[in-house]
């Protein structure tokens, strides 16, 4: 124990534990199916089948792990999949498909002996089907967060949280294209081409990054950026009212092009410092769901940062599936939220 005494601190040590397997294991599945689309260019096609097969599969092996890993407790899960459309007749075969994904996926890592049915199958996916709330502990987890990111070949995630009596006390990100970042630099040793970082943080105890192949863990911190004019925004590639982010960072003075990036490898991105802002506003009539921001959000404050809404709320994870906020979510540090905070409604006020 003497090498790591947080854990003996964190409350939530077995959990995390748990979760960290459950995701990497996920994220290996999700990796072979895209390595799979890119070989059979599949993705100039408008079939999601790849993806189905990869968002369900990492579901049940999720659900599969927790569940084996943390047998005494009751579990829920809020998720985004469930077994309804996998029931259809026409569905067997991709059900057979996800059914020997999964189970290749369990034999090749070596931790499980155990071969799943359809049925198993089917059984795991349904164990999403928890609504959340404000009491109780419930998991949230966004399977392949970032589809289209996913069908390209980029960016992706796998998203796992823990809420607990609607507080979310655990994250972790998996994102299987997002390089490793050296961060022992003076001796001279580089990680530059590892690729698939495991984002990791409980409440209290900070935020940790290792390779998703399993490496010593290392601590982030968001970056200390406290003049608009040195910093870099991220925003999504999809859900972006981007002349609405360019209003914004023209206020701040932002010089730097936007990054933009599928998933929540963004919060990964932003807690390791790689960018001082994320802005996200959705087009009309998008509703955020809990399993969008979770595991993210924790991760990013964890690392010293804040996220909020545009009012400058906290985000309320403990309204069931879906987030009920103030149009906007703002990541950034606390010297520039005050800032960017003011922006924000500068523009949305222009805006209307």
Known sequence: MSQHPEAAANPYAAELA???????????????????????????????????????????????VLKKELPSHSFSMVAEEDSEDLRKDDAQEI???????????????????????????LAALDGGKSEGGPSGRHWILDPIDGTKGFIRGDQYAVALGLLDEGKVVLGVLGCPNLPLKSTNKHNGSSSGDQVGSLFFATIGCGAEVEALEGSEPQKITICSISNPVDASFFESLEHSKRDLTSTIAEKLGVQAPPVRMDSQAKYGALAQGDGAIYLRFSQKGYIETVWDHAAGSIIVTEAGGMVKDASGNDLDFSKGRYLDRD????????????MVLKAVQEAIKEEQ
């Open 327 to 338: 149009r906007g979510i703002i990541a950034t540090n606390r010297y520039l939220m005050p």
């Open 18 to 64: 748990a979760a960290k397997k459950a995701v990497a294991l996920a994220s290996r599945l999700c990796r072979r199916v895209q390595q799979g689309i890119l070989q059979s260019d599949i993705q100039s096609k408008a079939d999601r089948t790849p993806v189905t097969v990869a968002d369900y599969g990492s579901q049940v092996l999720v659900s599969l």
């Open 95 to 121: 059900l057979e498909h996800i059914t020997s994904l999964v189970n290749e996926t369990i034999a090749n890592d070596d931790s499980y002996n155990m071969s799943l049915s359809k049925e198993d199958v």
